[in-house]
């Protein structure tokens, strides 16, 4: 149902707004039911477009690259290694992630 994965998604959003205060910010993707705090990777960054300065909006091409991962087994175990609690890289802004000492 829509209204739940919605309040999933506002969840989601509070608690990645909570876990960047006092940093710089950094991408994370919001997408549905996956239960999962996915990092808008750096690989990821050809599939999106910045819709304004630091808000950026995946494309179709986006869809399908994230939907190809969750397919391929192999694929969507580092898939999951991009949560936000446990990824360490860059997102597409170009930002470092890296897990804070109490997730890791």
């Not at 750096?42 to 690259?65: D, L, N, Q, W």
Request: charged content about 30%.
């Amino acid at each position: 149902n829509d209204e739940a994965k919605l309040g999933q998604l506002q969840a989601l959003e509070r608690l990645l707004k909570m876990s960047s205060r006092g940093k710089s910010s950094f991408c994370a993707v919001m997408w549905g039911d996956f239960n999962n705090r996915l990092v808008a990777f750096e690989e990821m960054k050809p599939h999106v477009k910045e819709k304004k300065a630091g808000k950026f909006e995946i494309t179709e091409s986006g869809c399908r690259y994230l939907v190809d991962w969750f397919n391929d087994p192999s694929r969507r175990r580092e898939l999951l290694q991009k949560d936000a609690l446990v990824y360490t890289g860059r997102d597409i802004a170009g930002n470092a992630v890296v897990p804070t000492a109490c997730n890791v």
